[in-house]
């Protein structure tokens, strides 16, 4: 059974964490790069390119297991970037850009896994969460239920330390490796590993909180 709440999980680790603790709003070169869009200003997406195409790939091929279809992915981005701004100016660029990517992924994983269950990291770590449901499963839930869940989600996010919410979403969003939430947080894979049991414990007694049957 599809868990498609993760969908709504919003990103963020690096950039929108570490920028917000420090105040700073859009970085200067985000916000020239913004200005090429809205000037239509092909060399944006080069400039994009350059500096966030490696993180987008990696949130793709997270996703899918495929480079190949991790680069279509990365391409799609850049047209979506194009599409889109004007009239958005996202304010923390390189989150939004692998939003788009992530949602391209997602929903080529879909295509891919309607008749079988498909590789990449995305199914492990599907399964994983669902522990936090139990057996009332409410991330397979109507449209305005989901909604509400989306709005518990980051309220629960929201109020966890900054290292556990890096963690959980690096693991659940991006669908980062243990092995990759490890190094990029300088910590063991027991250590990260630890992290998101109690992170997934704390989120089904929010859970639990709000009204939902876990």
Request: glycine fraction near 8%; include cysteine; charge should be neutral.
């Amino acid at each position: 059974m599809e868990r498609t709440i993760l969908e709504k999980i919003p990103p963020g680790t690096d950039e929108r964490d570490e920028r917000t603790d420090r105040g700073e709003g859009l970085f200067a070169e985000d916000a020239e790069i913004l200005d090429r869009f809205f000037a239509r200003d092909e060399g944006a997406i080069g400039i994009c390119r350059d500096k966030y195409g490696g993180r987008c790939r990696a949130v793709a091929e997270n996703i899918l297991g495929s480079p190949e279809d991790a680069e279509e992915c990365v391409s799609d981005t850049w047209l979506r970037a194009w599409r889109a701004i004007p009239p958005q100016r996202p304010r923390f660029l390189g989150a939004w850009l692998a939003a788009v990517t992530r949602r391209l992924a997602l929903d080529r994983y879909k295509a891919e896994t309607a008749e079988k269950r498909g590789g990449g990291e995305i199914r492990l770590c599907l399964d994983e969460l669902a522990d936090a449901a139990g057996d009332g499963d409410p991330w397979n839930t109507e449209e305005d239920a989901r909604e509400r869940l989306r709005d518990v989600l980051n309220r629960f996010l929201a109020g966890e330390r900054p290292e556990a919410r890096r963690i959980f979403l690096r693991r659940y969003w991006y669908a980062c490796s243990v092995a990759e939430c490890a190094r990029r947080e300088g910590k063991s894979e027991a250590a990260v590993k630890m992290s998101l049991s109690r992170t997934k414990k704390r989120l089904r007694a929010f859970l639990e909180k709000e009204g939902f049957s876990v």
